[in-house]
Protein backbone atom coordinates (compact mmCIF):
# COMPACT_ATOMS: atom_id res chain seq x y z
CA UNK A 1 0.00 0.00 0.00
CA UNK A 2 0.85 3.36 -0.45
CA UNK A 3 1.18 6.38 2.04
CA UNK A 4 -2.37 7.13 1.63
CA UNK A 5 -3.69 3.41 2.20
CA UNK A 6 -4.31 2.63 -1.20
CA UNK A 7 -3.18 -0.10 -3.17
CA UNK A 8 -0.46 1.03 -6.00
CA UNK A 9 -2.27 0.92 -9.48
CA UNK A 10 -0.19 -1.17 -12.07
CA UNK A 11 -0.74 -2.27 -15.68
CA UNK A 12 1.86 -4.11 -18.28
CA UNK A 13 0.70 -4.64 -21.77
CA UNK A 14 3.55 -7.37 -23.35
CA UNK A 15 3.96 -6.72 -27.09
CA UNK A 16 4.97 -9.28 -29.73
CA UNK A 17 8.16 -10.63 -30.96
CA UNK A 18 10.12 -8.57 -33.19
CA UNK A 19 9.87 -7.99 -36.88
CA UNK A 20 12.95 -9.53 -38.75
CA UNK A 21 14.26 -6.18 -38.79
CA UNK A 22 14.46 -6.34 -34.99
CA UNK A 23 11.93 -3.52 -34.67
CA UNK A 24 8.85 -3.01 -32.43
CA UNK A 25 7.69 -2.51 -29.12
CA UNK A 26 8.14 -5.05 -26.40
CA UNK A 27 6.17 -4.34 -23.68
CA UNK A 28 4.24 -1.20 -21.85
CA UNK A 29 2.57 -0.18 -18.95
CA UNK A 30 1.46 2.48 -16.39
CA UNK A 31 2.53 2.65 -12.46
CA UNK A 32 0.56 4.62 -9.90
CA UNK A 33 1.21 5.22 -5.82
CA UNK A 34 4.39 2.28 -5.76
CA UNK A 35 7.07 3.53 -3.40
CA UNK A 36 8.54 0.24 -3.61
CA UNK A 37 8.76 0.27 -7.94
CA UNK A 38 12.60 -0.13 -8.19
CA UNK A 39 13.63 -1.97 -11.17
CA UNK A 40 17.28 -2.60 -11.77
CA UNK A 41 19.25 -4.46 -14.88
CA UNK A 42 22.55 -5.27 -16.22
CA UNK A 43 21.10 -3.89 -19.43
CA UNK A 44 19.23 -5.25 -21.82
CA UNK A 45 19.06 -5.15 -26.24
CA UNK A 46 15.98 -2.97 -25.45
CA UNK A 47 15.33 0.89 -25.06
CA UNK A 48 13.23 2.65 -22.54
CA UNK A 49 11.31 5.89 -21.78
CA UNK A 50 9.72 6.89 -18.91
CA UNK A 51 7.18 9.65 -19.02
CA UNK A 52 6.54 11.10 -15.23
CA UNK A 53 2.89 12.76 -14.99
CA UNK A 54 3.20 13.03 -10.85
CA UNK A 55 5.25 12.43 -7.99
CA UNK A 56 9.03 11.73 -8.70
CA UNK A 57 11.58 9.22 -9.20
CA UNK A 58 15.25 8.37 -9.76
CA UNK A 59 17.30 6.94 -12.60
CA UNK A 60 20.85 5.80 -11.95
CA UNK A 61 23.19 5.02 -15.06
CA UNK A 62 25.61 2.29 -14.93
CA UNK A 63 26.23 2.45 -10.91
CA UNK A 64 27.09 5.96 -11.07
CA UNK A 65 25.09 7.74 -7.86
CA UNK A 66 26.96 11.25 -8.22
CA UNK A 67 24.70 11.57 -11.50
CA UNK A 68 21.54 9.98 -10.35
CA UNK A 69 18.88 11.44 -12.87
CA UNK A 70 15.64 12.75 -11.31
CA UNK A 71 12.75 12.90 -13.23
CA UNK A 72 10.35 15.15 -11.23
CA UNK A 73 6.50 15.08 -12.74
CA UNK A 74 6.44 16.55 -16.85
CA UNK A 75 9.95 14.62 -17.30
CA UNK A 76 10.76 11.74 -19.15
CA UNK A 77 13.61 9.61 -19.13
CA UNK A 78 15.17 7.49 -21.83
CA UNK A 79 17.72 4.54 -21.21
CA UNK A 80 19.59 3.14 -24.30
CA UNK A 81 19.49 -0.61 -25.16
CA UNK A 82 22.12 -2.27 -23.60
CA UNK A 83 22.96 0.55 -20.33
CA UNK A 84 23.32 -1.16 -17.24
CA UNK A 85 20.82 0.77 -14.96
CA UNK A 86 18.73 1.12 -11.97
CA UNK A 87 15.12 2.85 -11.65
CA UNK A 88 13.16 3.79 -8.47
CA UNK A 89 10.21 5.70 -7.00
CA UNK A 90 10.73 8.24 -4.49
CA UNK A 91 9.18 6.82 -1.09
CA UNK A 92 7.84 9.90 0.09
CA UNK A 93 6.45 11.04 -3.16
CA UNK A 94 6.41 8.07 -5.93
CA UNK A 95 5.77 8.84 -9.15
CA UNK A 96 2.86 8.09 -11.80
CA UNK A 97 4.30 6.70 -15.12
CA UNK A 98 3.64 5.81 -18.29
CA UNK A 99 6.77 3.59 -19.93
CA UNK A 100 7.69 1.34 -22.70
CA UNK A 101 10.72 -0.43 -23.90
CA UNK A 102 11.41 -0.84 -27.68
CA UNK A 103 14.01 -1.43 -30.59
CA UNK A 104 15.10 0.34 -33.58
CA UNK A 105 11.67 2.92 -33.95
CA UNK A 106 13.52 5.30 -35.11
CA UNK A 107 15.83 6.07 -37.98
CA UNK A 108 19.40 5.48 -37.76
CA UNK A 109 20.44 9.70 -37.52
CA UNK A 110 17.71 10.46 -34.76
CA UNK A 111 18.18 6.82 -32.89
CA UNK A 112 22.27 7.91 -32.88
CA UNK A 113 21.55 11.02 -31.63
CA UNK A 114 18.25 10.19 -29.18
CA UNK A 115 20.74 7.56 -27.60
CA UNK A 116 23.49 8.54 -27.15
CA UNK A 117 23.02 8.83 -23.38
CA UNK A 118 20.99 8.57 -20.52
CA UNK A 119 18.68 11.97 -20.61
CA UNK A 120 15.47 14.12 -19.05
CA UNK A 121 13.12 15.86 -21.83
CA UNK A 122 10.49 18.20 -20.17
CA UNK A 123 7.35 17.83 -22.25
CA UNK A 124 5.66 19.02 -19.52
CA UNK A 125 2.02 17.51 -18.99
CA UNK A 126 0.67 16.95 -22.02
CA UNK A 127 -2.43 15.48 -22.73
CA UNK A 128 -1.83 14.97 -26.23
CA UNK A 129 1.53 12.89 -24.68
CA UNK A 130 -0.59 11.15 -22.40
CA UNK A 131 -3.33 10.39 -25.09
CA UNK A 132 -0.87 8.33 -27.27
CA UNK A 133 0.31 6.13 -24.34
CA UNK A 134 -3.13 5.14 -23.58
CA UNK A 135 -4.12 4.94 -27.16
CA UNK A 136 -1.03 2.59 -27.62
CA UNK A 137 -1.94 0.49 -24.52
CA UNK A 138 -5.84 -0.05 -25.89
CA UNK A 139 -3.97 -0.96 -29.67
CA UNK A 140 -1.71 -3.49 -27.66
CA UNK A 141 -4.94 -5.44 -27.00
CA UNK A 142 -4.63 -6.44 -30.37
CA UNK A 143 -0.93 -6.32 -31.27
CA UNK A 144 -0.39 -9.71 -31.77
CA UNK A 145 -2.11 -9.26 -35.60
CA UNK A 146 -0.14 -7.10 -38.19
CA UNK A 147 -2.52 -4.17 -38.11
CA UNK A 148 -1.92 -3.96 -34.19
CA UNK A 149 1.98 -4.16 -34.62
CA UNK A 150 1.57 -1.33 -37.14
CA UNK A 151 -0.31 0.85 -34.65
CA UNK A 152 1.47 0.50 -31.71
CA UNK A 153 4.92 1.02 -33.23
CA UNK A 154 3.62 4.13 -34.94
CA UNK A 155 2.21 5.41 -31.63
CA UNK A 156 5.50 4.90 -29.89
CA UNK A 157 7.31 6.53 -32.94
CA UNK A 158 5.20 9.68 -32.48
CA UNK A 159 6.00 9.78 -28.95
CA UNK A 160 9.56 9.20 -29.38
CA UNK A 161 9.31 12.23 -32.47
CA UNK A 162 7.75 14.36 -29.81
CA UNK A 163 10.03 14.30 -27.28
CA UNK A 164 13.20 14.77 -30.35
CA UNK A 165 11.44 17.66 -31.63
CA UNK A 166 11.25 18.82 -28.16
CA UNK A 167 14.95 18.35 -27.58
CA UNK A 168 15.89 20.01 -30.87
CA UNK A 169 13.44 23.23 -29.69
CA UNK A 170 15.21 23.54 -26.89
CA UNK A 171 18.16 23.59 -28.32
CA UNK A 172 17.16 26.25 -30.88
CA UNK A 173 15.93 28.22 -27.20
CA UNK A 174 19.81 28.23 -25.98
CA UNK A 175 21.02 29.41 -29.12
CA UNK A 176 18.46 32.22 -28.96
CA UNK A 177 18.97 32.88 -25.21
CA UNK A 178 22.75 33.26 -25.61
CA UNK A 179 22.07 35.32 -28.97
CA UNK A 180 19.98 37.73 -26.55
CA UNK A 181 22.94 37.42 -23.83
CA UNK A 182 25.07 38.67 -25.84
CA UNK A 183 23.09 41.06 -28.19
CA UNK A 184 21.37 42.69 -25.14
CA UNK A 185 22.45 46.42 -26.28
CA UNK A 186 20.42 45.91 -29.31
CA UNK A 187 16.99 46.67 -30.24
CA UNK A 188 16.39 43.34 -32.08
CA UNK A 189 12.42 42.63 -33.05
CA UNK A 190 10.36 39.63 -32.86
CA UNK A 191 10.59 38.97 -36.54
CA UNK A 192 14.57 39.22 -36.59
CA UNK A 193 14.47 36.53 -34.19
CA UNK A 194 11.95 34.31 -35.83
CA UNK A 195 14.08 34.63 -38.77
CA UNK A 196 17.09 33.73 -37.17
CA UNK A 197 15.73 30.50 -35.66
CA UNK A 198 13.54 29.81 -38.31
CA UNK A 199 10.18 29.27 -36.29
CA UNK A 200 6.72 31.61 -36.60
CA UNK A 201 6.51 34.18 -34.03
CA UNK A 202 3.79 32.33 -31.96
CA UNK A 203 5.78 29.32 -32.25
CA UNK A 204 9.07 31.52 -31.17
CA UNK A 205 7.37 32.92 -28.09
CA UNK A 206 5.98 30.60 -26.61
CA UNK A 207 9.21 28.12 -26.51
CA UNK A 208 10.88 30.96 -24.96
CA UNK A 209 8.38 31.73 -22.31
CA UNK A 210 8.49 27.98 -21.75
CA UNK A 211 12.47 27.82 -21.87
CA UNK A 212 13.17 30.90 -19.46
CA UNK A 213 10.24 31.93 -18.32
CA UNK A 214 9.99 34.69 -20.03
CA UNK A 215 9.12 36.27 -23.24
CA UNK A 216 11.97 37.33 -25.64
CA UNK A 217 11.53 41.19 -24.79
CA UNK A 218 10.47 40.78 -21.01
CA UNK A 219 14.26 38.41 -20.90
CA UNK A 220 16.51 41.35 -22.79
CA UNK A 221 15.01 44.08 -20.68
CA UNK A 222 15.63 41.88 -17.28
CA UNK A 223 19.48 41.15 -18.67
CA UNK A 224 19.79 44.83 -18.97
CA UNK A 225 18.31 45.85 -15.88
CA UNK A 226 20.65 43.18 -14.25
CA UNK A 227 23.77 44.67 -16.65
CA UNK A 228 23.06 47.98 -15.16
CA UNK A 229 22.84 47.61 -11.26
CA UNK A 230 26.20 46.51 -11.61
CA UNK A 231 27.01 49.48 -13.48
CA UNK A 232 24.99 51.90 -11.07
CA UNK A 233 26.79 49.87 -8.09
CA UNK A 234 30.43 50.14 -9.55
CA UNK A 235 30.85 53.41 -11.55
CA UNK A 236 30.08 56.66 -11.59
CA UNK A 237 28.33 57.06 -14.95
CA UNK A 238 25.24 58.96 -14.76
CA UNK A 239 21.36 57.05 -15.03
CA UNK A 240 21.76 58.85 -18.05
CA UNK A 241 24.67 57.41 -19.30
CA UNK A 242 23.82 53.70 -17.76
CA UNK A 243 20.20 53.91 -19.43
CA UNK A 244 22.27 54.82 -23.04
CA UNK A 245 25.13 51.56 -22.48
CA UNK A 246 21.76 49.39 -21.55
CA UNK A 247 20.51 50.44 -25.22
CA UNK A 248 17.36 52.25 -24.37
CA UNK A 249 17.03 55.23 -26.04
CA UNK A 250 15.12 57.45 -23.03
CA UNK A 251 16.63 57.46 -19.05
CA UNK A 252 13.10 58.10 -18.12
CA UNK A 253 11.82 54.63 -19.87
CA UNK A 254 14.70 53.14 -18.31
CA UNK A 255 14.31 54.12 -14.84
CA UNK A 256 10.59 52.76 -15.24
CA UNK A 257 11.34 49.58 -16.10
CA UNK A 258 14.26 49.33 -13.53
CA UNK A 259 11.89 50.36 -10.73
CA UNK A 260 9.25 47.48 -12.14
CA UNK A 261 11.90 45.31 -11.82
CA UNK A 262 14.02 45.82 -8.68
CA UNK A 263 11.71 47.97 -6.62
CA UNK A 264 13.72 50.77 -6.92
CA UNK A 265 14.71 53.63 -8.90
CA UNK A 266 18.27 53.48 -10.19
CA UNK A 267 19.61 56.56 -7.70
CA UNK A 268 17.86 54.63 -4.86
CA UNK A 269 19.63 51.71 -5.72
CA UNK A 270 23.12 53.23 -6.50
CA UNK A 271 22.53 54.63 -2.86
CA UNK A 272 21.45 51.72 -1.44
CA UNK A 273 24.67 49.33 -2.93
CA UNK A 274 26.99 51.52 -1.83
CA UNK A 275 25.99 51.44 2.02
CA UNK A 276 27.24 47.49 1.87
Not at 41 to 67: F, M, N, T, W
Not at 79 to 100: C, G, M, Q
Not at 213 to 226: C, E
Request: charged letters at 25%; a neutral charge; hydrophobic letters at 35%.
Amino acid sequence: MNKTGEQPVKRSFAGRKPSASGRGVLRAGYIQGDPEHQIKRAGIDESILIYCIAGKGYVVIEGDEQDRLTVDAGQAVLIPRNTPHEYFADPKNPWEIYWFHYRRLLEKEDEEAFERKAAVYQPGISPELIAKFQQMFTAMEDYFDARGHIRVCALAQLILCDLLDQQQEGGAMLMLKQYLDENYRQNVTLDELAELIGLSKFHLSRSFKQYTGFAPKQYVNRVRITKACHLLSSTELSVAQVSEKMGYHSPFYFSEQFKNIIGYSPSEYRKMSRKF
